[in-house]
Structures are given as structure tokens and as C-alpha cells.
């Protein structure tokens, strides 16, 4: 069947109806030419990978750079820059290797150890020095000590051979007061950062202790005494009572005080303290308190009262009986009499009080006595307690 423009009909006309059977017409095959123009189109689009896709574009962007540049007068700048980049890269590939200056790395610094006490009365100490180990036994190497004292910054005063010993012991003279040690390590002439500072302080001095309360020789009632004083800081105390036997210690604080508490015994109580410093001088204090009434007692009587001038014994007695504030026997106590008989000159005399407290004087009458009063009069002095004195009148009778 043909078209009206005398192609072949591509859709065949619908059989007639009726009875008659369908007939199944096979399509014809499409023409080989067709198949092989669409399957050539195809290989060729397969063919541009998606990497020449990019380094086309690339390509022709770098195009319409030059051509840019060439417009513009640029592309000269750029093929000069480009080509001394490539001449020095090609003269450092080319040129001799020259080897870089060494750099000088100083030693480590040394360790100077802290001493058992920073305090010293001993003018000459051993400084213990340790050093790095590849530093020890190094001929080419020493070791510079440096001291600075208060005020003043720190000047080398000796240089010390360096050994094969890692650790140096090395005696050094101190001055008075506050020393500030450090070291270096000097290797090939070049020094390396100092140490640590190391301080210790020269004092020679002993401590002087002052008891500021209560005051020696006061007299106390209560059963403990609370003393106060001031001292060297850092200053050890030891107190001890003599008349019990008792003792406390104590460290005077940060600003020098201290403060002991120590119990008391009746009568006299001397105190002694020793005393130690940071440095280890030493140095004793004493003070002394009373207790109990806070007076000496004197007692004094003679072997007669009433003399007659005309027989009249050969001798009279006076005897003092001395205690102390708290009532005891007063041993060590001066006694001085003085006795005033009508007719006679004055008669005096001087004695010891001994264990019991007694002083005993005995003067002998001599001499024309008249009638009248007499007196008998007694003068206590003991250095702790002080002074007190007792009398008595007597009778001469014909």
C-alpha cells in the first residue's frame, strides 16, 4: 500500500472484517546504515572521559588568558618573573652546598644543695656542688661561684677545677651577715645561666634575752608564773626552776617574743634560762620570784632585857631569827646590830644568817654603864628580798 506521495504505507490497513483470520506480520528490520550512524554517536560521546572534559576547559581558559595579556601588554612581566624563577631555582639546584654556622648551647646549670641551717656561726662552709655528667671530668670546663651580699648584686669570688666527681664539696669563707651563693658551669668559654640562689647568714652573736614580765623580784601568789621576754627569732629557750626542779622550752615566734609558764614554789624561785640561736650560739639569763608574802621577816631578841649596871653579866646576846616572804628559814641574809647602853658608846656588829635562819651576836660589857633605856636595834639585807629591820628596848637598873 503506498501513501499519496508514493512512499510505502508504514501501517498497514486494518483487515476486513468477517471470518477470516488475523495474519501476525512481522516489523521490518531497521535499515543497517541508521543502527550503525546512532551507535557511532555514541562510542564518540563515551570516548570524553570526565578528566579531558576539565583539562579542555582548562586549556581554554589559559587561551583567553594569553590573549588577554597580549592585549593588554602584560604577558612580557609574566614571561621575565617566570623566567628568574626558573634560573634561580636552576642555580640553587647547581650551586655547592654551603654547610650552616654551629650553633653554642651552653651547659646546664649547677645545683648548689641547701645546708641542714641556713644560719651559721662558723665562718668557713662546705657548699655541696653538683653538675651535669657530661660536664664532669671535662677538661675545657669550670666551675664560678658568685656571692652577693645585702644591697650589692652577685660578683664572682672563685673558680673551682672541674673533676671527674659529679658532686664537688667546696669550702667557702662567709661574711657577716646575709651571703647569697650561686654558680655557673664556664665550657669552651661560654657560661651558662647561674644556679639557684643559696643564702646563708653569719651571726656570731649570742642571743640576749629580756624578761619584760613580770620583773625580777616581784612577789607572786599564784602557783605558776607566766614570764614574758623578747629575743633573737627562731631563738630555743629552756627555763628550769631551781626550787622545784621544774622546766619548760619554748622558740621565741617571728617577731622575738616568747612566753614560758613554769610553776612556783613558796619562798624564793630562781629562774635560769638557756638560750640557743638560729646560728647555734648560745647565751643563759636569769631572774628571780617571790612567793608568798613578798617581805623578809626579822625577829629580834637578846639573853636579857633588864641589866644591872652593878652586877651586870660579862656579855649580852642578840639574835635575829631572818625568813623569807613565804616564812622560811632565810639563809645568807646580812644582819646588822647595833646596840645603845646608857654611859657607853654605840656597840655594832655584823653577822651571817646561817641554815636556820639565825644570826647570833654577843657583845661583852665593858665600862662604866648608867641607869637608864637601852635599845637593841637589827638591819636585814638580802639581795633578792631586799631590806627589813626589827628593835627592842632594855632596862639598866642600879
Known amino acids: ?185 664556664i665550657r669552651d668559654g661560654v657560661e651558662s645561666t647561674r644556679s639557684e640562689v643559696v643564702t646563708i647568714t653569719l651571726d656570731q652573736v649570742p642571743p640576749k634575752v629580756v624578761v619584760k614580765s613580770p620583773k625580777g623580784g616581784t612577789a607572786l601568789t599564784e602557783p605558776n608564773v607566766t614570764i614574758k621576754g623578747t629575743t633573737e627569732v627562731g631563738t630555743a629557750l629552756i627555763a628550769r626552776n631551781a626550787a622545784n626542779g621544774s622546766s619548760a622550752s619554748v622558740t621565741a615566734g617571728a617577731d622575738g617574743t616568747f612566753q614560758v609558764v613554769l610553776p612556783l614554789a613558796p619562798g624564793p624561785n630562781a629562774i635560769h634560762f638557756d638560750a640557743t640561736d638560729l646560728a647555734g650560739n ?38 635575829v631569827l631572818v625568813t623569807d616572804p613565804a616564812g622560811a628559814p632565810l639563809s645568807g641574809a646580812t644582819a646588822f646590830f647595833t646596840l645603845q647602853i646608857p654611859g657607853l658608846a654605840p656597840i655594832s656588829g655584823q653577822v651571817i644568817t646561817g641554815t636556820d635562819g639565825h644570826a647570833i651576836f654577843t657583845t661583852p660589857l665593858v665600862g662604866t654603864m648608867g641607869v637608864g633605856n637601852g635599845q637593841a636595834t637589827v638591819l636585814v639585807t638580802q639581795d633578792l628580798f631586799g631590806q627589813t629591820t626589827d628593835s627592842l628596848g632594855l632596862m639598866f637598873v642600879p
Open 1 to 185: 500500500m503506498t501513501t499519496r506521495r508514493g512512499r510505502a504505507a508504514h501501517v498497514r490497513p486494518r483487515p476486513p472484517g468477517g471470518s477470516r483470520s488475523l495474519k501476525l506480520v512481522r516489523a521490518d528490520k531497521p535499515d543497517p546504515y541508521r543502527v550503525r550512524q546512532h551507535r557511532g554517536i555514541d562510542a564518540r560521546r563515551n570516548r570524553l572521559p570526565l578528566a579531558t572534559r576539565v583539562l579542555l576547559a582548562l586549556s581554554i581558559f589559559s587561551l583567553a588568558g594569553a590573549v588577554y595579556l597580549t592585549a593588554t601588554g602584560g604577558i612580557g612581566p609574566v614571561i621575565s618573573a617566570l623566567g628568574a624563577s626558573l634560573t634561580g631555582a636552576f642555580e640553587r639546584l647547581a650551586a655547592t652546598p654551603v654547610p650552616s654556622a654551629s650553633v653554642i648551647v651552653a651547659t646546664n646549670s649547677p645545683i648548689i644543695s641547701q645546708p641542714a641551717s641556713p644560719y651559721s656561726r662558723v665562718k668557713t662552709v662546705d657548699l655541696q656542688i653538683t653538675v651535669p655528667q657530661d660536664v664532669a671530668g671535662t677538661a675545657n670546663a669550670k666551675i664560678r661561684l658568685y656571692l652577693a651580699l645585702k644591697g650589692l648584686g652577685p660578683a664572682p669570688i672563685e673558680d673551682i677545677p672541674m673533676t671527674s666527681a659529679v658532686t664537688l664539696i667546696v669550702p667557702v669563707d662567709l661574711t657577716k651577715g646575709r651571703n647569697d651563693l650561686s654558680a655557673t658551669i
Open 282 to 319: 648560745p647565751s643563759t639569763a636569769d631572774v628571780s620570784y617571790l612567793v608568798g608574802t613578798g617581805k623578809l621577816g626579822a625577829n629580834l631578841y637578846a639573853s636579857t632585857y633588864r641589866v644591872s649596871v652593878s652586877k651586870h653579866p660579862a656579855s649580852l646576846q642578840l639574835t
